[in-house]
């Protein structure tokens, strides 16, 4: 059973930057995939990043390629969001989610494993 915590959210100008972090434990952290997700109010969960494993691999969705970059440090059982040029459009919910599937899925309902949240708020 893998225990996730997010951190790292907060409340950020349009054009700033966040980073996120999600640290895991109770679970051999290399043995799975982690991904971001987000939820703003009134709207469903959406998939934000993913990456495989072994970091090698990244999936984005498009409405952040360009301005988000996950990664991982496994020595470290902790992944990461790091959000720039952020805009209005940003603000929701973040949540941190892991699955042990070798496949980088973007449906939410493939992971077994959630965090609490982290707000992220970007305002004007």
């Known amino acids: 059973q893998v225990q996730l915590v997010e951190s790292g959210g907060g409340l950020v100008q349009t054009g700033g930057s966040l980073r996120l972090s999600c640290a895991a434990s109770?679970?051999?952290?290399?043995?799975?995939?982690m991904a971001w997700f987000r939820q703003a109010p009134g709207k469903e969960r959406e998939f934000v990043a993913a990456i495989s494993r072994n970091g090698i691999s990244t999936r984005y969705a498009d409405s952040v390629k360009g301005r988000f970059t996950i990664s991982r440090d496994n020595a470290k059982n902790t992944a990461y969001l790091q959000m720039n040029s952020l805009k209005l459009e940003d603000t929701a919910v973040y949540y941190c989610?892991?699955?042990?599937?070798?496949?980088?899925?973007?449906?939410?309902?493939?992971?077994?494993?959630w965090g609490q949240g982290t707000q992220v708020t970007v305002s004007s």
């Open positions: 109770g679970g051999a952290f290399s043995n799975y995939k």
């Open positions: 989610a892991a699955d042990s599937a070798a496949v980088i899925f973007t449906n939410s309902g493939r992971y077994d494993y």
